[in-house]
């Protein structure tokens, strides 16, 4: 780690306090001068530091630059030892992990973030809007799930991870639209995607890949998602990124950690949005309609046709609205 980065994680871990070059040189084993040097570059960077007479540099509470610096900041000490990629620009960071998955680079429980993504993807294949300033993190579980049930239920305890994340530091209230969306309203907020290594002689995956992109801030949305998706934050945000991106990181580990015993299954389902709901879906290319009754612990959708009841493993969906729209 360079010194200027050293110099960071100080400010990192103490953002919002005042540390005085004294202490930061002494801290570090270098000269007062070459921290002021790492203070100037980084200002250049864009970091809201704040030089303060008698008292010392401080970083702003609502600097929002994403680094590894500013996760490790966040994150819980039990994490300490985990990689942690920041990269200004990727792909998608789906891409980038899958990338070091193949060169044997990756290891359970790294954390790859990206400030934009210039070919951000969704399910079936579908672009995701990745402009700067958004939430797009990937997750790597390395870890051998024999049992196929406890495979799909991986994406609903993303989904719950971060609406609680969410909810707990944003207070916003958000809904599941199956099986891997988040909602405000009648608006897309988050998109996961959720990618699988699999060993085709034993026909087991072991390592899985968490996409999670969130539109963080208000964005000029091309024309044909604009009536479609939303922010969490129109102004100022209340909250940074890494301390939001860190939460959904804690909860994620702990819930995949316990796939087995479903706990988060009806923390889903009380935030399901599909729920009592009448939706249509495509199967071997005919549309069908039905009301979803239930979501069952293996994450299918338990759906009513007439005097039918059908179980929905996998697809896409759209929702009746109250208004009848289609969401």
Excluded at 93 to 122: C, F, P
Excluded at 258 to 277: C, N, P, T, W
Excluded at 295 to 323: F, H, M, P, W, Y
Aim: hydrophobic share 40%.
């Amino acid at each position: 780690m360079s010194l200027k980065q050293q110099v960071l994680q100080l400010l990192e871990n103490g953002r919002g306090q005042a540390l005085s070059g004294q202490q930061l040189a002494q801290a570090l084993g270098v000269s007062r001068a070459s921290v002021w040097k790492s203070i100037k570059s980084l200002q250049q960077d864009g970091y809201q530091i704040i030089a303060t007479t008698n008292k010392g540099y401080i970083l702003q509470e609502n600097n929002d630059i994403l680094s590894e610096q500013s996760l490790r900041a966040c994150l819980a000490p039990k994490y300490a030892g985990i990689d942690v990629v920041a990269l200004k620009s990727t792909v998608s960071t789906n891409a980038e992990a899958m990338t070091r998955l193949i060169s044997g680079q990756l290891k359970h429980g790294a954390l790859i973030v990206a400030d934009e993504q210039t070919g951000g993807r969704g399910r079936m294949g579908k672009t995701f809007f990745s402009p700067q300033k958004g939430i797009y993190m990937s997750v790597a579980l390395c870890k051998s799930i024999e049992n196929m049930q406890d495979v799909m239920i991986i994406t609903p305890a993303a989904a719950v991870a971060a609406q609680r994340s969410i909810e707990k530091l944003a207070g916003i209230d958000t809904k599941i639209k199956w099986v891997n969306d988040l909602y405000i309203g009648k608006k897309k907020v988050c998109g996961i995607l959720t990618q699988a290594d699999i060993d085709f002689e034993s026909g087991k995956a072991g390592t899985f890949i968490v996409g999670i992109g969130i539109n963080f801030v208000e964005q000029n949305f091309p024309d044909d998602i604009k009536d479609k998706a939303c922010s969490l934050f129109e102004g100022q945000p209340t909250i940074t990124r890494s301390q939001l991106i860190a939460d959904i990181y804690d909860n994620l580990m702990t819930l995949t950690d316990d796939l087995k015993s479903r706990s988060f299954m009806q923390e889903y389902k009380a935030h399901s949005m599909v729920i009592g709901k009448e939706i249509s879906y495509t199967i071997n290319r005919e549309e069908k309609r039905g009301k979803v009754i239930d979501v069952d612990n293996d994450g299918g959708l338990v759906i009513q046709e007439g005097d039918n009841i059908r179980k929905l493993t996998c697809g896409e969906i759209s929702i009746r609205s109250a208004e009848n729209e289609w969401i």
